[in-house]
């Protein structure tokens, strides 16, 4: 490391043509500008200036040396750069990974943002497994629930309303529930990795409180594939209103048991560091939850 201090000393001697100068634009005195040089050339045991009482010139090797120092003190000074714009300015890939059924919400929060910085690119990893944000180099990952504990940082965006739904058609054939106790009657469908359990809790109009747990038919780790086998009508389905506002406004699922209420599920930014967050980092998180505030069914 001395080295490469000495080497920059060097290169700024070269191109102020003095020890003085150079020792102004370093704040350094003139003394220890020429003790670095001194040394520079002892270690390497090569004459790198020519001193006179008048001026200050290269010898052949230190002309040639200077080049790789001048370029050395460029490259630094254009990575320093890039750590600049890294913290002020979204640049570079930001490589996101989001369950299949929350990536819909990607691209409309981040539009914006792509737009507003050419140079900003986007990875999208759509994965309802848990990648590991380390090994598949995440910038950031969207997580709903709760979360394991990890050394990874979190930051809360919003939260998501459940609800019940079904297909018109469903209901035309099985009936609609107008109480939870007529849920157990019928067919259900549970978005889970492991097992056919679907548990819940509803909060009634006149302060009711009703705990059910169900037996699903059927059973996907795809919460999208889901949503589609909800409107198919092959049975009732617990899923996030902003997943399902589209197909409720057109029709094509129903809203069960309006007047009742579901816990909330929390949606959280992801980040395997705590501190020191680049540009692009900070930006998308802010994208994602100002986008997300606005959207229907979701509790800031």
């Known amino acids: 490391m001395d080295d490469l201090k000495r080497m920059a000393i060097f290169a700024s001697v070269v191109q102020h043509g003095s020890m003085s100068s150079a020792a102004r634009a370093m704040a350094m005195s003139t003394s220890a500008v020429s003790q670095q040089v001194r040394q520079l050339e002892q270690g390497s045991g090569v004459t790198l200036l020519h001193r006179s009482t008048r001026k200050l010139t290269p010898t052949d090797a230190g002309a040639r040396f200077a080049e790789h120092c001048i370029a050395m003190v460029a490259s630094a000074q254009q990575a320093k750069q890039q750590l600049v714009l890294a913290h002020d300015a979204p640049s570079g890939e930001l490589r996101i990974s989001a369950p299949v059924g929350f990536a819909r919400h990607v691209a409309p929060a981040l539009a914006p943002l792509l737009a507003a910085y050419p140079e900003l690119k986007l990875r999208l990893l759509v994965d309802d497994a848990m990648i590991d944000l380390i090994d598949a180099r995440i910038d950031l990952a969207l997580r709903a629930g709760r979360l394991a504990d990890s050394s990874w940082a979190a930051k809360r965006l919003c939260s998501f309303e459940w609800v019940l739904c079904a297909s018109p058609d469903y209901l035309r054939r099985h009936g609609t529930p107008t109480t939870p106790a007529d849920l157990l009657s019928h067919q259900w469908m549970v978005g889970s990795r492991e097992g056919s359990a679907l548990h819940f809790e509803l909060d009634g109009p006149a302060g009711e409180h009703e705990s059910l747990r169900l037996e699903a038919r059927i059973a996907s780790n795809n919460q999208l594939t889901l949503e589609q086998m909800c409107a198919a009508g092959l049975g009732m389905a617990l899923v996030t209103h902003p997943d399902v506002h589209g197909a409720l406004?057109?029709?094509?699922?129903?809203?069960?048991?309006?007047?009742?209420?579901?816990?909330?599920?929390?949606?959280?930014?992801?980040?395997?560091?705590?501190e020191n967050q680049p540009a692009k980092v900070r930006h998308a998180i802010v994208a994602l939850q100002s986008y997300l505030n606005a959207a229907p069914g979701v509790l800031a």
């Open 249 to 274: 406004r057109a029709g094509q699922l129903v809203r069960v048991l309006p007047a009742w209420r579901l816990p909330e599920i929390t949606v959280w930014a992801v980040t395997p560091q705590r």
